[in-house]
Structures are given as C-alpha cells and as structure tokens.
C-alpha cells in the first residue's frame, strides 16, 4: 500500500525558512514523478511544484517560483520542499502527492496523497 | 494562465439522484482534465483522468465527459459516503503549470 508521510511544518515568522519532509513507502519511488500540492485554510487545491522521477526536472507555480526548492532523494525514498522568504499566503497544509506517471514520463495529475503538514507564517 | 471554473459551487442533491458537475477551462485543454473528490479531514482521492478514465477502485457510479473547455463529472445515484467537495484540474500546460478549479460541494439535500 502507498503510504506518504510529510513532516517539518510548524509556525514560522515572515521572511523565515522551512524544509519540508516526505517520506515514501509501499512503491518504487525512483519510478514516479513527485509533487508537492497545497492548501489553505478553508480554501481549495493549488499546485506547488512537481519534480520528475530522477531530480533532472523540476517545476514551479508562479506564486512559489524563485522561493521554493522541490528535491529528492531516490536512496532515501523522500521528496522535499524547501521554503524561503515565506509569506503569510504560505500558510497552508501542505501535501506529498505521487504522479500517476507512464514510464519516465509524469502524467501530471496525482494518484496518492499524504494527509499533509501544516506551516502557518505568522508574526 | 488557465483558470479551472467549476458550477455550481454547492451542489444539493438527495441520496440516490444523480448529481452532474461542470467545470469550464478558460482555453482549450484537451481531455487533459482529472476529477478528484475530497471529504472533511481527508486528502483528495483521484476519481477520473484523461476526463473520462475512472482510477482503479473507483464505483461506476462516477463517470466523466467533456473535452476542449468543458468536462462534466456525474454521479448516477448519489450514495451517502459521496457528499464531499469535488475539484477539478487541467494538465494540458507546457512547462507545467497544473491547475485545479475552485471546487463543487455537494451536499445532502
């Protein structure tokens, strides 16, 4: 069974840094392209960034392009997110989500979710 | 930028009729469109893909239909443990930049 474990949320100031966790099992990580989806409170789905399955490609929402690092570690079988420069819009649940993929390429929409990690930006 | 917009935004059905669920792209996407269903405290859990394609597990009672700017997700008989908020997302973009719409809730009536 696919299990998708986020960790690393906690309060953090504006301006402040964070590195988000996930931890992958129950599957062939280094097979699947990997996102990161995120959700504010009492709002809907917006996509974050998706990296695909070897780490050679990576992609950015606007609101996060330039701020944000998606990364992974095959030998590891987790996915990361590191946050800078964050803003209070950043506050949100953020999700580990696996691509659905087709051989080495995503299929850009999302088969198996975390139950998330909280980061609230506030002073 | 493609926006995803989804009607209505509340839903009210009473169990066992059938619910139909729109969602508008703002330019074409193809069949490039995927249904996901999400209940309170719970991820999303992907029900539809390629706009008509159920995902493994997921009751026939689902279907999806549409291409172009307009897909639609109908539920045939809505069973009690289908009350949730539905989205929407387009992934027709290159360089990805994938979308979801602002979701439909459908409610017990």
């Known amino acids: 069974e696919v299990e998708l474990v986020e960790s690393g949320g906690v309060v953090v100031q504006p301006g402040g840094s964070l590195r988000l966790s996930c931890a992958a099992s129950?599957?062939?990580?280094?097979?699947?392209?990997m996102h990161w989806v995120r959700q504010a409170p009492g709002k809907g789905l917006e996509w974050v960034s998706l990296?695909?399955?070897?780490?050679?490609?990576?992609y950015y929402s606007d609101s996060v392009k330039g701020r944000f690092t998606i990364s992974r570690d095959n030998s590891q079988n987790s996915l990361y997110l590191q946050m800078n420069s964050l803003r209070a819009e950043d506050t949100a649940l953020y999700y580990c989500?696996?691509?659905?993929?087709?051989?080495?390429?995503?299929?850009?929409?999302?088969?198996?979710w975390g139950k998330g990690t909280t980061v609230t930006v506030s002073s | 930028e493609i926006v995803m917009t989804q009607s209505p935004a509340t839903l009210s059905v009473s169990p066992g009729e059938r619910a139909t669920l729109s969602c508008r792209a703002s330019?074409?996407?193809?069949?490039?469109v995927a249904w996901y269903q999400q209940k309170p405290g719970q991820a999303p859990r992907l029900l539809i893909y390629?706009?008509?394609t159920r995902a493994a597990g997921i009751p026939a009672r689902f279907s999806g239909s549409g291409s172009g700017t307009e897909c639609t997700l109908t539920i045939s008989s809505l069973q009690s443990e289908d009350f949730a908020v539905y989205y929407c997302?387009?992934?027709?973009?290159?360089?990805?930049?994938?979308?979801f719409g602002g979701g439909t809730k459908v409610e017990i009536k």
């Open positions: 990296i695909n399955w070897d780490g050679s490609d990576t």
């Open positions: 989500v696996k691509d659905k993929s087709i051989g080495d390429d995503p299929s850009y929409y999302m088969d198996a």
């Open positions: 129950g599957f062939t990580f280094d097979n699947y392209a």
């Open positions: 330019q074409s996407v193809r069949n490039s």
């Open positions: 390629d706009a008509s």
């Open positions: 997302q387009e992934y027709n973009n290159w360089p990805p930049r994938l979308t």
